[in-house]
């Protein structure tokens, strides 16, 4: 008789951590499978909204990438510059500038104020 309920013990226990590890096994599939759908939404959003900076010469705007360095237009007003980079294919970009964060969207200056810091 003790056989039986040792049998029937280790299949009871057997089974419980058989379902507790496959509860284990599909979450950390849960959690990869989101993180992996995070990071190629951060990368697409990098590519679709470029964040910019401005480096001012004299009397002229530079436009930069923040994150490649890459040059992609100059001009002698934020809205020249807004309008050049929609011309070259850049829709929407974030810009800083010192203190001063800009938002060009469809060539034109959308938005603007002054970080308190």
Excluded at 2 to 13: D, R
Aim: with cysteine.
């Amino acid at each position: 008789m003790t056989i039986y309920i040792s049998i029937a013990f280790g299949f009871i226990i057997g089974w419980a951590t058989h379902v507790y590890y496959n509860s284990y096994r599909n979450y950390r599939v849960l959690v990869t499978t989101l993180d992996e759908i995070e990071q190629i939404q951060r990368k697409k959003i990098k590519n679709l909204i470029p964040l910019c900076y401005i480096d001012k010469s004299d009397d002229m705007y530079y436009l930069y990438n923040k994150e490649t360095s890459k040059f992609y237009c100059q001009a002698s007003t934020y809205s020249e510059l807004a309008t050049k980079l929609y011309d070259i294919g850049v829709s929407i970009a974030c810009i800083k500038h010192q203190k001063e964060t800009l938002w060009f969207v469809d060539g034109r200056v959308e938005e603007s104020y002054i970080e308190n810091t």
